[in-house]
Every structure is written in C-alpha cells, then in structure tokens.
C-alpha cells in the first residue's frame, strides 16, 4: 500500500513519541495474547499423550476421565491426569499450560478456605480470590472481556455517531436542529438508571452492555463530525463534486469522511479507555456482567471488601492502572502525531 508523504511523516513523528509507541507495540501484545489466552491459562492440556495416541483438549471436544483409565465420567482433570502418568512411568504425558487453571474454576483445601496467597507450587501466581479461584487466570480473561467490550461499543457508537454526524453538518436546516433538540434531550437520561432498570428486569449478559453503552455512546463524536463537515462542506472539492451531480452519500461517505477521518482516529483511544472505565465500574457497583463471569471490576470488589488478602487488590489495580495509563498514552501520541498544525501553515 502506497502512503502519501504527509502520512508517513504523521507515522514517522508516532514512532518518535516514545512512551506512546512502545505502550502501543506491549498493549497490542497483550491484545494478541488475550486471544491466544487457552494457550496459556487454562485447565485444559494443550496435548496429551496416552497409549501411543496424541490429544488435543485444549480447543476440543470434552474428554472424560474414563477415557484415560481414570474412575469418572466427566471431564478430565489434566491436573491430577499428568501426577498419575508421572507415578506410573509408562511413557504417557500431560502438557499444560503455564497456568493451569481457568477462570471459573474453583480450589479448595482440606486445611484453609480462600482465599490463598500466591503460590507457584500450585500455579497460583497471583493467589486465588475468596471463592478458590485463580486471579491471574480472571485478570486474563477479564481482559479480554474488558478489550472486546470497548471494542465493539467503540465501532458501533462511532458508525451511528459519524453518520449522524455528517449529516447534520452536511444537510444541516431542519434535519440540524431536529437532531440537536433530540440530542439534547436523549443526554440527559441518566446511564446509570437506566443500567439499574434493565438489568432489574434482564439478565445481565455482555451484549446488553455494549447495547446500552452505544445508545448512549454514539452522541459525543456527532457534535464533533457535524462541526467538521459544516466546515468540509463549504472547501472546492465538495462544490466540485456537487456539481458534477455526485450524490449526498457520495460526497459524505467518499470526499468529506476521508478528510475528517483524523478526529476519529485521535478520539478512539480515549473512548477506548472510557468504555473499560464504564464497564469496571459497572462490575464493580454490582450492575455489570453476571457472576461468575471473569471480571475485573468484580475482583476490585473483592480486593477492597477484603484487604487481608492484599494480592486480589495489588493485582487488579495495576492491571487496571497499566492498561488505560498505556491506552492514553497511545491517544496522546496519536493526537500529537497527527495534528495538521505540525505539517501545514495557514497563511
């Protein structure tokens, strides 16, 4: 793909905001290993070996115990598994992944109740929470609920807020002030009482939240793209292409978006942080995902009620602290690197 001189010096200038680039390469890594998380932390075996005979649990189908000589019929515990191959020595094996436990399971001992300090004897890096379950196997998965959650609200929000956006600033007249009186009136509805009234009467589930969040996300990047495009409208190229008969779609979609595409890419940082913000809180008030969903705002919960175990709170904090401190500083750069200002002079 061919970039134009201005963009590669836009792309050049992000490279040279350090903090900005080096938070973008870890905080992509993470989003990557996220996706890739049943490699790493999960109760499944990545492979098997048994009798000669290779096994792939880990995106498979449930193996039973019975399957591999053990006494039950559910699903195999790989755990226990691998100690039973080792004491038998007959060349069977059992490799796990680094944490081999996944986020809604639970560990007792005979001796205590959770939760347990860290322990890397047991794999439990991170200590367990007050039900037994492994922290670093939650703050995983909670992060990629947490990334897929701001994610999609972002790109939902912002291709009502866009559109709306542009055609406000571009048709302007009544359509304008119709839209900006509904708008003004829709924002004033209050977020959190609505999330109280409909998780009161609906089971709370992922998708009810990212709902919720879009119709009420989508009303701050209209204001900013109907200011833009009441400006964009108004340059030759679109009095060019109006009259050249290309039509309102045309000229809003192909000529005028493309020139205010930088707003929306300086903005999706800061909506990003804003939606892992809203959803933690959610979870942590009590009005977010249900339990035993893997949750970090749900964690934060525990830590504060339970101080005594100062590993459920240290862990979720500085998960929670790197990653929106890496998001910003990603937004920042961004900003910085794409300001029109340090590439063209108005006279």
């Given at each position: 793909?061919?970039?134009?001189?201005?963009?590669?010096?836009?792309?050049?200038?992000?490279?040279?905001?350090?903090?900005?680039?080096y938070s973008f390469v870890i905080f992509?890594?993470?989003?990557?290993?996220?996706?890739?998380?049943?490699?790493?932390?999960?109760?499944?075996?990545?492979?098997?070996?048994?009798?000669?005979?290779?096994?792939?649990?880990?995106?498979?189908?449930?193996?039973?115990?019975?399957?591999f000589g053990l006494d039950y019929e559910?699903?195999?515990?790989?755990?226990?598994?691998?100690?039973?191959?080792?004491?038998?020595?007959?060349?069977?094996?059992?490799?796990?992944?680094?944490?081999?436990?996944?986020?809604?399971?639970?560990?007792?001992?005979?001796?205590?109740?959770?939760?347990?300090?860290?322990?890397?004897?047991?794999?439990?890096?991170?200590?367990?929470?007050?039900?037994?379950?492994?922290?670093?196997?939650?703050?995983?998965?909670?992060?990629?609920?947490?990334?897929?959650?701001?994610?999609?609200?972002?790109?939902?929000?912002?291709?009502?807020?866009?559109?709306?956006?542009?055609?406000?600033?571009?048709?302007?007249?009544?359509?304008?002030?119709?839209?900006?009186?509904?708008?003004?009136?829709?924002?004033?509805?209050?977020?959190?009482?609505?999330?109280?009234?409909?998780?009161?009467?609906?089971?709370?589930?992922?998708?009810?939240?990212?709902?919720?969040?879009?119709?009420?996300?989508?009303?701050?990047?209209?204001?900013?793209?109907?200011?833009?495009?009441?400006?964009?409208?108004?340059?030759?190229?679109?009095?060019?292409?109006?009259?050249?008969?290309?039509?309102?779609?045309?000229?809003?979609?192909?000529h005028i978006l493309p020139n205010t595409?930088?707003?929306?890419?300086?903005?999706?940082?800061?909506?990003?942080?804003?939606?892992?913000?809203?959803?933690?809180?959610?979870?942590?008030?009590?009005?977010?995902?249900?339990?035993?969903?893997?949750?970090?705002?749900?964690?934060?919960?525990?830590?504060?009620?339970?101080?005594?175990?100062?590993?459920?709170?240290?862990?979720?904090?500085?998960?929670?602290?790197?990653?929106?401190?890496?998001?910003?500083?990603?937004?920042?750069?961004?900003?910085?690197?794409?300001?029109?200002?340090?590439?063209?002079?108005?006279?």
């Open positions: 793909m061919n970039l134009n001189p201005v963009t590669l010096k836009k792309l050049k200038r992000f490279k040279s905001i350090k903090r900005g680039f992509t890594a993470l989003v990557v290993l996220s996706l890739l998380a049943e490699l790493l932390v999960n109760s499944r075996a990545l492979m098997v070996s048994y009798q000669g005979q290779l096994h792939f649990p880990t995106y498979g189908d449930v193996i039973p115990g019975q399957h559910y699903e195999t515990n790989y755990r226990q598994l691998k100690a039973k191959f080792a004491a038998q020595g007959k060349g069977d094996w059992v490799l796990l992944p680094l944490v081999p436990w996944n986020p809604y399971e639970q560990d007792f001992k005979e001796d205590a109740y959770p939760p347990y300090a860290p322990s890397v004897a047991e794999r439990h890096f991170l200590g367990t929470d007050t039900s037994g379950r492994d922290v670093l196997a939650r703050l995983v998965y909670g992060f990629r609920i947490a990334i897929g959650f701001a994610f999609i609200a972002l790109a939902a929000s912002y291709a009502i807020g866009v559109t709306i956006g542009c055609m406000m600033g571009f048709l302007g007249g009544r359509f304008d002030l119709i839209l900006q009186r509904f708008i003004e009136i829709w924002s004033q509805v209050p977020f959190l009482y609505v999330i109280m009234i409909l998780v009161s009467l609906a089971k709370p589930n992922f998708g009810l939240f990212v709902g919720i969040n879009v119709l009420f996300g989508w009303m701050g990047i209209t204001w900013y793209m109907r200011t833009l495009t009441y400006k964009e409208r108004a340059r030759d190229y679109v009095m060019a292409a109006q009259a050249q008969g290309a039509t309102t779609k045309r000229i809003i979609f192909n595409l930088m707003m929306i890419v300086t903005l999706a940082p800061f909506a990003v942080v804003g939606n892992i913000s809203t959803l933690t809180a959610l979870d942590y008030l009590g009005f977010g995902l249900a339990p035993p969903t893997p949750s970090w705002g749900e964690l934060l919960s525990q830590g504060i009620n339970n101080l005594d175990a100062i590993w459920i709170v240290s862990s979720v904090v500085a998960a929670v602290s790197l990653v929106l401190i890496m998001v910003s500083f990603i937004g920042e750069a961004i900003r910085e690197a794409f300001d029109p200002r340090k590439f063209t002079r108005y006279q």
